[in-house]
């Protein structure tokens, strides 16, 4: 469906926003506070940065999982520690400017929909969360996230499942993480067209089935052909910057040794009262996340199937625990594809926007973006209030 069109003014029918808000001129800066939330997050360790290996990480040796960023980077020869920097900040750059103009309809409509857009991407696990993972592959991930969600907004629901297959795809050479991690945005678009006799099941499980193979193949041929020592021997000698041999060694690695050394992080009681926290301190984020997800589908008229269909691909990335100690990425996957996926039936379905709105009234949305900016953002193991609360806990 298309959704393109200037946003509309702010209208009188907005006092009551306006008022809570304070001014009018408050209002208008509510479409801009998540960027200035995830600029404000924005940084993080250059040195021994896991996420900055992956750009020493290329197909010179052949075929090998995680090397699609690394092999189009590949000509430049040399990184200097301004240059690296100068890539992400690039890439996360382009992930905040994309997320406002495909949504520039809701960042910038009425004040209900600037009120939601602030609460929602303010939050935790979006553009603060974006920023403050800096290196991290998720950064890319969530590009690709994107451009499949304008494919479904912008081409017929045919084309868009072509697409989005081709993007996944792009996602699963990145990083397999994709799989689980954001590739359940996608399925959950899937099954709302199939469900409203917007697209064929056929042409859904076509998509699942080549995404999953694809999955396969990666997996199966993507293990290093040369010794995890050659490449960071040659990762070192392309860079000023100090690099992390981990990711160079898991990826040798099996499934039971990626275990054995999660198992190792897990064990250690700082990182469980850290995860703790992060746990709890979630909750009410998700449960708001669940209830305009419920919201929606009244609305809208959707069934219980389709309700329980959404929020188990909604919990896949929680299974990426199994085999990674970065706690808090995970759940933000969970976060953003429900965001995402709210999103995408606001500029859809003209009743999931009206019933959006009628939440976005008054204070309540300024409430939750007070809330959201005092827990400040996932980072990769915990959120930031979780983590100061965890140092006061355990002692410096």
């Known amino acids: 469906m298309r959704t393109g069109g200037r946003p509309p003014l702010p209208s009188s029918a907005d006092a009551d926003i306006c008022d809570a808000a304070g001014s009018r001129r408050t209002l208008t800066a509510l479409s801009w506070i998540p960027l200035l939330a995830g600029l404000a997050n924005t940084y993080g360790p250059v040195a021994f940065n896991y996420g900055f290996a992956l750009y020493f990480l290329n197909y010179r040796h052949g075929f090998i999982k995680r090397g699609l ?51 929602l991407f303010a939050a935790p696990a979006l553009l603060p969360h974006i920023g403050a993972l800096f290196a991290q592959p998720d950064v890319t991930l969530y590009l690709l996230l994107l451009l499949s969600l304008a494919a479904f907004l912008y081409l017929g629901s045919a084309a868009a499942a072509f697409v989005s297959t081709l993007l996944a795809i792009l996602g699963l050479l990145c990083h397999e993480g994709f799989s689980l991690a954001y590739y359940p945005l996608m399925a959950a678009i899937l099954w709302d067209l199939c469900r409203h006799k917007r697209l064929r099941w056929s042409l859904a499980l076509l998509q699942v089935i080549l995404v999953l193979v694809a999955f396969l193949a990666i997996m199966h041929l993507g293990r290093p052909s040369v010794s995890p020592g050659l490449l960071f021997h040659e990762a070192v000698h392309r860079t000023s910057v100090p690099l992390q041999r981990q990711l160079f060694d898991v990826l040798a690695s099996s499934y039971a040794q990626q275990r054995i050394l999660v198992s190792h992080f897990y064990r250690f009681q700082e990182m469980k009262i850290l ?33 329980t269909v959404r929020f188990l691909l909604f919990a896949l990335p929680l299974v990426l625990c199994r085999l990674g100690h970065d ?45 959201f900016l005092i827990a400040g953002p996932y980072g990769a193991t915990g959120i930031r209030l979780a983590e100061r609360l965890s140092v006061l806990w355990t002692g410096p």
Not at 101 to 118: C, K, S, T, W, Y
Not at 279 to 286: C, D, E, I, N, R
């Open 327 to 371: 706690l808090a990425r995970w759940i933000a996957a969970c976060a953003i594809d429900a965001t995402l996926f709210l999103c995408y039936l606001a500029l859809a379905d003209q009743r999931a926007r009206d019933a959006l709105r009628v939440w976005a009234t008054g204070w309540r949305p300024l409430l939750w973006l007070a809330w």
């Open 69 to 119: 960023i690394g092999t189009l980077i590949e000509p430049i020869p040399y990184f200097t520690r301004a240059g690296l920097i100068a890539l992400q900040l690039t890439f996360i750059l382009a992930a905040f400017g994309l997320t406002y103009v495909l949504l520039r309809r809701i960042f910038f409509g009425n004040a209900q929909d600037r009120a939601l857009a602030a609460s």
């Open 275 to 307: 995860y703790a926290l992060t746990a709890l301190l979630s909750v009410p984020y998700f449960a708001l996340l669940a209830a305009l997800v419920r919201k929606i589908a009244r609305v809208r008229g959707d069934t219980k199937l389709d309700l």
